[in-house]
């Protein structure tokens, strides 16, 4: 393991032993919960009340109580839907890239990360159900042997996206369960009420942390991990597929796959940092989640921005290169249209904002931090933005040009998706210990011991 | 039956149902009498063998139980007043085969004239209109008001009560109030009125002559807008005779239409646009050239070759130039623009090369001196007799009084009954008149009409009338010939026609007697005995007639009429005079113009006729006032906004809407809004006819002033402009000829995947550009046909219109004097269509004979298909746009087309169900599908034949032979998608004189 330079924060603050590890987190779900943990469930049950209702209007009369029309055909589903499986991205990348190449930092925040992968899946999937005109018969886009005998149309990217959204929430599903066990046993011996007992004994599977479990247990993790970190290139690359493989001028791109990936890392780590910052104050874990994490993040944010803005000029080029009217003219309205300020805004928040990470002094501070990660996560909803309703509001026809616009019921939808996701963060806070007990005692072991790994 | 619940009618008539496959004449008439009362028996019949056992066996109870089930279920759908119970024949009508078509022809409103069409029932529900290939006005086509006719039909705002000073009441009671009425006014009848719209009937006008004949001193009163009353008096101060006139443009070489929309506008507009669209396809030395001066762009400038913008106040004057130019007048105005002056120039050279084989064609709303110097041109140049043809009235309403006559009368008191029927008054006429105040002050008032409209509402007695598609009649076309109407329906409201109500007001001033479609039949026949091409077997002769829907041989006779030496005696000074009428910097021409959908206001409450765009602007459910863009700049106003509009003491406010080509200093203000009809006219646009004063009844000077508030327009095309892309490809047609290869451009030719192989059939569409005029006929047709729905403004707004074929224009050259393009564009069936590969459900797919399939019940409405059309022809139903539980859109939808729900993509199909029909034919009859026996709606309907439909693998097809013209192209073509609708090159025809650029 390479040992950090003397500059750097540890990834633990010394002085935990396994017994104080176990107690700073593990009692965090059996105690009460803290007043501001009470508001911000309020506020995100409220959304989620919020979406509740725009869906039953809009499973009621149709998706014309949204924007979309023809040409622009989809619009703030899409959108969100990119947006959130872009936010799970930085999940998966930390709790499997990052754990297949041994970084400790990872540690502290992996589980924390893994459940937000989890609730921006829960959230995105809702999109491409809610965005059907007839979300009832969203299975015909799931291969099964009907009585009629249709399948799915296997070279439409939608169906991709099925299997691509599916396997993604699966994974992450099992390999943040998996990652929960030892944990959920540590919370069933701690727990003092019966239910609780029983609710996180049924959960750890009979786990006794005998040394055959921890073998299986390791094993099952790095085996998992390594399946799903191919997902964290692939599933954003067959999202993206959804635009690349059309004929829309602004879609049609090979630059897509790798820009879009990088695109979800930098959303996921930005809406990573959002969350962590007031939660390690709140729950006083600035112990496990140091100025490390975000230092390292802070980088991660760069770089990926970096790819990202390098999309940016590579689109701009090559729509010269090519010498395509219709991409010439589709990059020219992108940069002077109607949808300009959106443009120049995402250039602002996406390629300009994160640049002041090249100084360590912003990496640590963390009021800078939070502020780009805003910038960076609403750049990043606006480039979705702009790349679905900028790209179709004028393609090919003029004659069926048209101005986009959102209705109250788009707001209300997209607003009500961040409900979803906070109430099940907010849930998740309250029942589970959202930093790996069994893993922080490893780490802290290692670093009480000098670090044999 | 319970009150409330009303069964539609089915035909019952003694009609004459047209043969489709083989309109075979005679022999293939059925016998009137019987068919007479044929109706839906109300009971039940009953179940099982008759001659059979008593008691039901197994597989029948069960057969009764299941009925009963399905039945109990219907019970419950029934909804709205329209209902229509499902109830078995007892006797099978003869020649009602379920799920067949069957074609009727009949005539309808035209203009001021008839039109012969053929009515397709489906079940004894009309469904749909086509133009009648026998009738001269129609020659297969109709326009799209014709097409809209059919939803007026099923439009359940018309009105079904009969009014007493503004309660319901009773026929009887009216009648017997009437008739006491009417015995004031036997010995006298000068204070007994009728007012009328135009008649074309000569049985309708029979019957009132003898109406009127029964009270000495009564008077006939016409008023209608469509009615070509300025060409009439002009004919008459140039010819001294009283007649009408019509086109003949398939004679014509060089047509200057002066503020006339002849291709749109009036009775013979269908006919006009045919035999132009010929004139236009005929080879550069002898193609017909279009000059055009107007204010508005209008679709016959859009397609001119020359078109000048010219105020309407200067028409005259600009028409005087061309006179002195030809040496008619002796000297022309002299204070004309360079380019008025070179453009009357280049016209005059043209006009008098091609003496007798060109035209001057003037628009009603000039004034009459401008009509009568027309004619004196007209004749000039040898044009009367042979383009321009003059014959008696075409109206029989031509010789009655005016309407400000009749308020002149009732103003003094001379006027006791006033009967009116077919026209709105109130609603149409200018202001001035106080129509409406003076119909009040008539002791007994009485109106007939479709709707409860706004001259109903203030007689004392309304009758609801019987629509053109419920009742007999007889009507003449623009040319003067003779059709029959026969009804299609019974009268679905109980509307009467005027027969029916003159019949029962005076039963003794009628051959037949009593009431109701039976005896209209008779009367009609009572009255065709006596025509002579009638005489020979009067009953044969009459199946015949109704069967093919025209009298043969019956159009008037052209006049032979001299030029009196006095023509344009005294009009001098008013021709010239006119360009002082609003000249001043501030103040604008205010020009008004029939809307060209709605016409006068008579179809505002057709939700078809308020969704199709206007020509050239693309607007609906609106009439904003047009200006130019250097007049909008003036004004300081955009698109939208409104501005207060002031002529005199009068003032209206409006919505502005900005369009180039536009003559500048001043606005045109299209009449027909501002309607109380019904719900859908209600509260749409603005009337101007405040505006307007019976002496200047189409143009005042007036100021415009934008108020700052704006009005939200709904625009179906928001970009006019190509951008320089490839879209229409055009050349004129001299240097096609030099040059064939002109529109060859390379088309790239890779693909993933293998090419389709289409073992049958391959059908292919081409778009002719170079005939298409841009009137939006085949929108409507289209909608008819494939059940399409109306969204509504809000809608239309959101960018939701589902009209499967659209016409598209664009706007090229110059802002203020720019020329127009029209691009019909259906679904191209691309043979690699991004559409079908992106579609996850397989819900779009491609069938073996070329068609891009929408497989509605399999969509789940991902809207992919639409984002990846680069032509933008999907339509979505963003929500229940087929409005399902209104039942009163039940009857009239085509049984052939699935009515698509929310959720579900659509587009154009070819028309599938019309090559399915095809196909079953065939195959019955062993043999492959002839070229031209599937034609598309927007190809039936088409005015100036611009689309060619059918099997790209039949050498011999006409297709075939279109798409190897080297002016054929496909839209978009280099994105290798492979449209199966391709597009011929328009060619333009600019005069010899000016041949570079305008």
């Given amino acids: ?287 496990f989640i140091t100025d490390h994490h975000l230092d390292n993040s802070a980088k991660i944010l760069l770089v990926t921005g970096l790819i990202v803005s390098y999309g940016y000029f590579s689109e701009a080029f090559y729509a010269w290169y090519s010498a395509d009217e219709y991409h010439r003219y589709m990059m020219y309205n992108r940069a002077f249209g109607d949808y300009a300020p959106y443009f120049w805004a995402l250039i602002a928040f996406n390629f300009l904002a994160p640049q002041v990470f090249w100084f360590r002094r912003y990496r640590r501070h963390v009021p800078t931090l939070f502020a780009v990660s805003l910038l960076v996560l609403l750049g990043m909803w606006y480039e979705r933005f702009v790349i679905v309703v900028q790209s179709l509001h004028r393609d090919y026809m003029p004659s069926a040009w048209r101005f986009y616009d959102a209705t109250f019921w788009d707001w209300t939808t997209l607003l009500g998706s961040f409900g979803l996701f906070f109430t099940l963060l907010f849930v998740f806070v309250r029942l589970l210990p959202m930093v790996s007990i069994a893993e922080m005692r490893e780490l802290a072991h290692h670093e009480r011991e000098g670090g044999h790994s | 039956m319970s009150d409330h619940t009303r069964r539609l009618p089915i035909v019952s008539h003694g009609g004459e149902p047209v043969d489709r496959a083989a309109r075979s004449g005679g022999d293939e008439a059925r016998d009137a009498a019987r068919d007479e009362d044929r109706q839906l028996e109300q009971s039940a019949a009953p179940l099982g063998d008759p001659g059979g056992t008593e008691h039901p066996d197994r597989r029948e109870f069960f057969g009764i139980a299941g009925a009963s089930l399905a039945l109990a279920g219907l019970a419950g759908c029934g909804r709205g007043p329209l209902r229509d119970d499902i109830e078995p024949y007892v006797h099978e009508p003869e020649d009602v085969v379920p799920g067949r078509a069957s074609s009727y022809a009949t005539s309808v409103p035209a203009g001021a004239a008839e039109t012969g069409v053929l009515v397709t029932t489906h079940m004894a ?515 939208g906004d409104e501005v207060r509009i002031r002529s005199g003491q009068a003032e209206v406010l409006a919505p502005a809407w900005v369009i180039p080509g536009h003559a500048e200093g001043a606005m045109t203000l299209h009449l027909g809004y501002g309607r109380e009809l019904g719900r859908v006219a209600e509260g749409r646009g603005f009337s101007a006819e405040a505006l307007r004063s019976s002496e200047a009844l189409w143009r005042a000077a007036g100021q415009a002033q934008a108020t700052g508030r704006t009005w939200t327009i709904a625009s179906t095309q928001h970009h006019h402009q190509m951008e320089g892309r490839d879209l229409i490809r055009e050349a004129s047609a001299e240097a096609y000829e030099r040059d064939a290869e002109i529109f060859a451009r390379p088309i790239p030719d890779l693909s993933l995947y293998p090419d389709w192989e289409y073992p049958a059939e391959k059908w292919a569409m081409v778009i002719d550009l170079n005939s298409c005029i841009g009137c939006g006929a085949c929108m409507v047709a289209c909608q008819a046909e494939n059940n399409i729905p109306v969204v509504g403004k809000e809608e239309v707004v959101n960018a939701r219109e589902m009209h499967w074929i659209r016409v598209d224009t664009y706007y090229t050259g110059d802002d203020d004097d720019p020329e127009f393009r029209h691009q019909p564009v259906p679904c191209m069936h691309c043979e690699r269509a991004p559409c079908e590969l992106v579609c996850p459900v397989q819900a779009t797919v491609h069938s073996t004979d070329g068609l891009n399939d929408m497989v509605y019940n399999r969509c789940v409405g991902t809207r992919y298909c639409s984002n990846n059309c680069p032509y933008k022809v999907r339509r979505f139903n963003f929500f229940d746009y087929a409005r399902r539980d209104e039942a009163h859109l039940d009857p009239g939808r085509n049984p052939e087309v699935t009515v698509r729900t929310r959720g579900v993509m659509e587009k154009c199909t070819y028309c599938v169900q019309r090559i399915s029909l095809a196909r079953i034919e065939a195959k019955n009859e062993q043999r492959p599908i002839r070229d031209g026996e599937v034609v598309t709606a927007c190809q039936q309907v088409c005015p100036a034949d611009a689309i060619v439909f059918g099997d790209g693998n039949d050498p011999d097809a006409r297709v075939t032979e279109v798409r190897q013209s080297p002016r054929n192209y496909g839209l978009l073509e280099e994105l290798n998608t492979r449209p199966r609708t391709t597009y011929l090159a328009k060619l333009t025809n600019p005069g010899p004189e000016r041949g570079s650029g305008r």
């Fill in chain 1, 1 to 287: 393991m390479a040992r950090p330079d003397e500059n750097e924060p540890p990834v633990i603050e010394p002085g935990h032993g396994d017994a104080s590890v176990t107690d700073a987190i593990g009692s965090i779900p059996l105690s009460k919960a803290p007043k501001s943990w009470l508001i911000g469930f309020a506020i995100g049950f409220a959304l989620l009340m919020l979406l509740i209702v725009s869906v039953i209007y809009l499973f009621s009369v149709g998706v014309g109580i949204w924007g979309i029309q023809v040409p622009v055909a989809w619009g703030f589903a899409i959108i969100a839907f990119v947006f959130w499986i872009g936010i799970g991205h930085a999940g998966t990348l930390i709790s499997a890239i990052l754990l297949l190449m041994y970084q400790p930092w990872r540690t502290s925040i992996s589980r924390f990360t893994e459940a937000m992968t989890l609730f921006a899946i829960a959230a995105a999937s809702l999109f491409p159900v809610l965005h059907l005109g007839r979300p009832w018969l969203f299975y015909w886009l799931i291969p099964y042997p009907s009585a009629i005998g249709a399948w799915p149309q296997f070279r439409s990217p939608l169906v991709w996206d099925v299997f691509a959204i599916t396997t993604y929430a699966t994974l992450s599903l099992v390999f943040w369960y998996i990652g929960l066990v030892p944990d959920l046993a540590s919370m069933r011996d701690r727990a003092k009420r019966p239910l609780a007992k029983i609710a996180y004994g049924v959960m750890a599977l009979g786990w006794r942390g005998s040394a055959r479990h921890w073998h299986r247990y390791q094993v099952a993790y790095v085996i998992l991990a390594a399946l799903a970190a191919p997902l964290v290139v692939s599933v954003h690359s067959v999202v993206s597929f959804d635009f690349a493989v059309a004929i829309v001028p602004g879609w049609h791109s090979t630059i897509f796959p790798p820009y879009f990936v990088a695109g979800a890392i930098f959303s996921g780590f930005a809406m990573v940092l959002i969350l962590v910052i007031p939660i390690r104050r709140i729950y006083k874990l600035k112990a």
């Fill in chain 2, 125 to 639: 529900r009309p469904t749909k209109i086509e133009g009648n290939e026998l009738h001269p006005a129609s020659d297969g086509a109709t326009d799209a008001v014709t097409q809209a006719i059919l939803l007026s039909l099923y439009d359940p705002d018309r009105s079904a009560t009969l009014f007493r000073d503004g309660g319901a009441t009773t026929w009887r009671r009216v009648l017997a109030d009437m008739r006491a009425a009417l015995a004031r006014h036997e010995a006298d009848g000068t204070g007994l009125r009728l007012l009328t719209g135009a008649v074309p009937s000569p049985s309708i006008a029979e019957t009132y002559d003898r109406f009127l004949g029964r009270f000495p001193g009564s008077m006939w009163h016409a008023h209608d807008p469509l009615a070509p009353t300025r060409a009439r008096a002009g004919i008459e101060q140039a010819f001294g005779t009283i007649g009408d006139l019509h086109y003949r443009l398939d004679e014509a070489r060089v047509v200057a239409a002066f503020d006339s929309d002849f291709l749109m506008e009036g009775a013979g507009a269908v006919r006009y646009a045919r035999d132009f669209a010929q004139g236009r396809r005929r080879g550069a030395a002898d193609m017909l050239r279009l000059y055009a001066a107007e204010p508005m762009p209008t679709v016959t400038g859009s397609v001119a070759d020359h078109r000048l913008p010219l105020r309407s106040g200067d028409v005259g004057r600009t028409m005087l130039a061309l006179a002195a130019e030809l040496g008619v007048a002796r000297s022309g105005p002299g204070d004309e623009t360079e380019r008025e002056a070179s453009w009357v120039r280049a016209l005059a050279r043209d006009l008098e090369d091609s003496p007798g084989r060109s035209l001057v064609a003037v628009g009603e709303r000039q004034p009459v001196s401008v009509h009568a110097l027309a004619m004196a041109i007209n004749d000039h140049l040898q044009n009367v007799g042979r383009t321009l043809i003059i014959t008696e009235p075409v109206d029989e309403s031509a010789g009655a009084g005016t309407l400000s006559e009749l308020a002149a009368d009732i103003e003094a008191g001379d006027v006791q009954t006033l009967l009116i029927a077919g026209t709105n008054p109130v609603a149409t006429a200018p202001a001035d008149l106080a129509i409406g105040d003076r119909i009040e002050a008539v002791d007994v008032s009485f109106h007939l009409g479709l709707y409860r409209d706004e001259t109903a509402r203030r007689c004392r007695y309304h009758v609801p009338e019987a629509h053109p598609l419920e009742r007999w009649g007889d009507g003449r076309a623009f040319d003067g010939t003779l059709s029959l109407r026969q009804p299609v329906i019974r009268p679905i409201d109980g509307g009467r026609s005027p027969l029916d109500v003159v019949a029962a007001l005076t039963p003794d001033a009628v051959d037949v007697a009593g009431e109701g479609p039976g005896a209209d039949r008779e009367r009609l026949r009572a009255y065709w005995r006596g025509h002579p091409a009638f005489a020979a077997d009067f009953d044969a002769t009459w199946r015949r007639t109704l069967h093919d829907g025209v009298v043969p041989a019956s159009a008037l006779p052209p006049m032979s009429v001299t030029l009196r030496d006095d023509a344009l005696s005294g009009s001098r000074g008013e021709l010239e005079g006119a360009r002082q009428q609003g000249g001043d910097e501030g103040d604008l021409e205010l020009a008004f113009a029939l809307h060209p959908r709605v016409l006068d206001g008579r179809y505002a409450n057709n939700e078809w006729l308020q969704e199709l765009p206007t020509p050239i602007t693309n607007l609906t459910w609106d009439n904003p006032a047009m200006v130019g863009p250097t007049t909008a700049e003036r004004l300081g106003i955009r698109s």
